[in-house]
């Protein structure tokens, strides 16, 4: 059975593993002017992630809006606020030993039922095994929004969800990786 680590399963939230890639989805508010925007305030960070992984998240979504011409303020035009959220989920996986159809030998009526009428060559029916194992392993994701600091409208979301990586080092991948793909989409940069 596979396990998170119990001091990182929330910020698993960006990525699914090393193999597969995080579901993102992005949504913006076409009226929101994003050129006129030019700095930001995090109103909320990923509070219930540890230190690091919160320091990490939080500088790669800061590289992502700095990249966008954007600078941090301590009263920015547009209010940050991030939530992350976990669920465990299993997965059951069945493997069958053996077919329960054995072809044509010879038969055993005692295991035929009553149509068997004694011994004799004919079809046999086989027993196989199944095998089911459970793989326990947990979802995460974060959640983005991005608010007008005036009208404390809604102009920008961005989540990616995906399973928790087993280690720090596949954590900090999946978060830069979850980072990337969920800011793709991100409205054009200012004007200069």
Same mark, same amino acid.
């Given at each position: 059975?596979?396990?998170?680590?119990?001091?990182?399963?929330?910020?698993?939230?960006?990525?699914?593993?090393?193999?597969?890639?995080?579901?993102?989805?992005?949504?913006?508010?076409?009226?929101?002017d994003?050129?006129?925007?030019?700095t930001?305030?995090?109103?909320?960070?990923?509070?219930?992630?540890?230190?690091?992984q919160?320091?990490?998240?939080?500088a790669?979504?800061?590289?992502?809006?700095?990249?966008?011409?954007?600078?941090?303020?301590?009263?920015?035009?547009?209010?940050?606020?991030?939530?992350?959220? $976990?669920?465990?989920?299993?997965? =059951? @996986?069945? #493997?069958?030993?053996?077919?329960?159809? *054995?072809? &044509?030998?010879?038969?055993?009526?005692?295991?035929?039922?009553?149509?068997?009428?004694?011994?004799?060559?004919?079809?046999?029916?086989?027993?196989?095994?199944?095998?089911?194992?459970?793989?326990?392993? $947990?979802?995460?994701?974060?959640? =983005? @929004?991005? #608010?007008?600091?005036?009208?404390?409208? *809604?102009? &920008?979301r961005?989540?990616?969800?995906?399973?928790?990586?087993?280690?720090?080092?596949?954590?900090?991948?999946?978060?830069?990786?979850?980072?990337?793909?969920?800011?793709?989409?991100?409205?054009?940069?200012?004007?200069?």
């Amino acid at each position: 059975m596979k396990t998170a680590l119990t001091f990182v399963p929330l910020l698993g939230l960006l990525l699914a593993g090393c193999a597969a890639s995080p579901v993102v989805k992005t949504d913006a508010d076409p009226s929101a002017d994003f050129a006129s925007y030019r700095t930001y305030t995090w109103v909320k960070k990923p509070n219930d992630l540890p230190p690091l992984q919160q320091q990490r998240l939080v500088a790669a979504i800061d590289a992502k809006l700095q990249q966008q011409g954007w600078t941090q303020a301590s009263n920015g035009q547009v209010s940050l606020v991030a939530n992350v959220a $976990t669920r465990e989920k299993q997965s =059951l @996986d069945t #493997f069958y030993s053996g077919p329960t159809y *054995a072809g &044509w030998g010879w038969r055993n009526p005692w295991h035929m039922g009553p149509m068997a009428f004694g011994p004799g060559f004919g079809p046999g029916w086989g027993t196989g095994t199944a095998t089911t194992t459970v793989d326990t392993y $947990t979802v995460g994701t974060l959640v =983005l @929004d991005m #608010f007008d600091a005036k009208t404390k409208q *809604a102009i &920008w979301r961005g989540s990616a969800s995906g399973n928790v990586p087993d280690s720090p080092q596949k954590l900090d991948a999946a978060i830069q990786a979850g980072v990337d793909k969920m800011f793709a989409t991100f409205p054009d940069k200012p004007a200069s």
